[in-house]
């Protein structure tokens, strides 16, 4: 258990986030001590914005997000971290939870904090389709945790991890074509790590995990409660999975005629 107070950085990962960016900055006012701001050569307004906000502002070339994540963890100046992204917001219960870790009012016994995110999609809040209470750690000792992924980054933990109360507001994809173009995007990545970790009966795969993924998302995690979006996050979730085994076989067949 720490005594006393701590002090907190808060780091975000941003590329062309003109439009979300100051939402987020915006949320962090008086929720942490520094704010890092890492991007990744964005062509737009938000290196201005970043700097506007008075945040510490660098710039790094990006090859995946668990490597752009941890090199913006050691920009910070304070052993906690709060990771935030562009499209995210600090709700205000959050806000207050923070402030009581900030000022000593609530004992700290763990190494990092799990926070639920609540998402915004299609003109409403997820409350299910797999989409809530998703819980992610997101405060954290910069010393005992570390981003693994190239991308769905996820964070490895030594130590503790225990839960804070209040709620990430994430403020996802603008709509259902940037939903696609995102999933279209990812599949890339995806797909390379199929090939890479020799994932054998892709056809298999390809056959029966976009259906499975379907009912999980509509029937099994009642998405069928969210609506239009719940159908929406259902059916875009399964051609997600199918984009990622179609190129990955595609990977594969191409492999032999690369090596030649």
Same mark, same amino acid.
């Given at each position: 258990?720490?005594?006393?107070?701590?002090?907190?950085?808060?780091?975000?990962?941003?590329?062309?986030?003109?439009?979300?960016?100051? =939402?987020?900055?915006?949320?962090?006012?008086?929720?942490?001590?520094?704010?890092?701001?890492?991007?990744?050569?964005?062509?737009?307004?938000?290196?201005?914005?970043?700097?506007?906000? *008075?945040?510490?502002?660098?710039?790094?070339?990006?090859? =995946?997000?668990?490597?752009?994540?941890?090199? $913006?963890?050691?920009?910070?100046?304070? =052993?906690?971290?709060?990771?935030?992204?562009?499209?995210?917001?600090?709700?205000?219960?959050?806000? *207050?939870?923070?402030?009581?870790?900030?000022?000593?009012?609530?004992?700290?016994?763990?190494?990092?904090?799990?926070?639920?995110?609540?998402?915004?999609?299609?003109?409403?809040?997820?409350? &299910?389709?797999?989409?809530?209470? =998703?819980? !992610?750690?997101?405060?954290?000792? !910069?010393? $005992? $945790?570390?981003?693994?992924?190239?991308? &769905?980054?996820? /964070?490895?933990?030594?130590?503790?991890?225990?839960?804070?109360?209040?709620?990430?507001?994430?403020?996802?994809?603008?709509?259902?074509?940037? &939903?696609?173009?995102? /999933?279209?995007?990812?599949?890339?990545?995806?797909?390379?790590?199929?090939?890479?970790?020799?994932?054998?009966?892709?056809?298999?795969?390809?056959?029966?995990?976009?259906?499975?993924?379907?009912?999980?998302?509509?029937?099994?995690?009642?998405?069928?409660?969210?609506?239009?979006?719940? /159908? @929406?996050?259902?059916? @875009?979730?399964?051609?997600?999975? $199918?984009? !990622?085994?179609?190129?990955?076989?595609?990977? !594969?067949?191409?492999?032999?005629?690369?090596?030649?």
């Amino acid at each position: 258990m720490e005594p006393g107070g701590i002090k907190i950085s808060a780091v975000i990962i941003t590329y062309n986030e003109e439009d979300r960016l100051p =939402d987020a900055l915006d949320s962090l006012q008086g929720a942490v001590d520094e704010i890092i701001v890492v991007d990744s050569y964005s062509t737009d307004r938000t290196p201005e914005i970043a700097r506007q906000a *008075r945040a510490t502002f660098y710039q790094n070339r990006f090859e =995946d997000y668990g490597q752009q994540k941890n090199i $913006a963890m050691q920009k910070a100046s304070h =052993d906690w971290i709060l990771n935030l992204d562009a499209d995210e917001r600090v709700s205000p219960e959050l806000k *207050r939870s923070i402030s009581d870790l900030k000022e000593g009012n609530i004992p700290i016994k763990a190494s990092a904090y799990a926070i639920k995110r609540k998402t915004y999609y299609l003109g409403r809040w997820i409350r &299910h389709s797999g989409w809530y209470p =998703d819980r !992610k750690i997101r405060l954290f000792k !910069k010393n $005992a $945790a570390t981003w693994q992924g190239r991308i &769905h980054e996820s /964070l490895k933990v030594t130590g503790v991890v225990a839960s804070l109360p209040g709620e990430i507001l994430h403020f996802t994809y603008r709509d259902i074509g940037d &939903h696609i173009r995102r /999933l279209e995007r990812y599949s890339t990545f995806l797909s390379e790590e199929i090939i890479s970790q020799k994932k054998k009966c892709l056809i298999l795969r390809l056959l029966v995990l976009p259906p499975v993924t379907f009912l999980r998302h509509y029937f099994w995690r009642l998405g069928f409660l969210d609506g239009f979006a719940g /159908l @929406v996050i259902a059916s @875009v979730s399964s051609w997600g999975t $199918a984009m !990622k085994y179609f190129k990955a076989i595609d990977l !594969k067949r191409s492999a032999p005629r690369q090596a030649k």
